[in-house]
């Protein structure tokens, strides 16, 4: 899972990086652009290197149930994301896409009640006390630490005027820092409990969070000023 984790990080180390000079060099479209060669990359090395394995079983795929979720997520995010510039519940795209995420999601739970071992997902699992518990662990390290990430470089770009190359190299040390520590933590969990590596690291990063919450376009001209002084 270590492994694994790192390799999930080196978008966070990457992507703000490799996307600011794009952006400062070529065009912000590039940033998109990008996707394309590295997923055709990727793939290349999925065939190359996966062997195929045939299935041991037939499954039939819940294309419903992936259809509902997929559809309740996507539209739900893509309210958040406009509902800001668009007034949120003034507008008519942000109500239909409200609607739409809420009959989607509703559907999905419908359907994953009754579909029973056809489900897309299966709920007897949230009946796994660490599982659930690991579940929201995880949602709330994501909602935490992803809002800071996505809300920094606009703060940095827009409020300190920071050039998008070097809001990208600010941003990416962040990245680097998770990926150690899950290398360095699958090996301490032989050695030290579970569950005090948790505390250490909640304990850390609320402390780091709050001299993050420190940080503001006045404190950085402050301590501007006093290093030219």
Known sequence: MAVWGMGVMVGPILGPTLGGWLTDSYNWRWVFFINVLIG????????????????RRAVKFDAFGFATLGLAIGAFQAMLDRGEQLDWFGSMEIRIEAIVAALSFIFFVAHTATAGVRSFFKYELLKDRNFTTGTCFIFVIGAVLYATR????????????YPVATTGLVTAPSGAGTMVAMLVAGRLLKRIDARLLLLASFLTSAFALWQMMCTTPSSCRRRTSSGRG
């Open 40 to 55: 055709a990359f990727a793939l290349f090395g999925v065939l190359t290197f996966l062997p195929a394995q045939v299935a």
């Open 150 to 161: 996505a809300l920094l470089p606009p703060m940095l770009q827009n409020l300190m005027n």
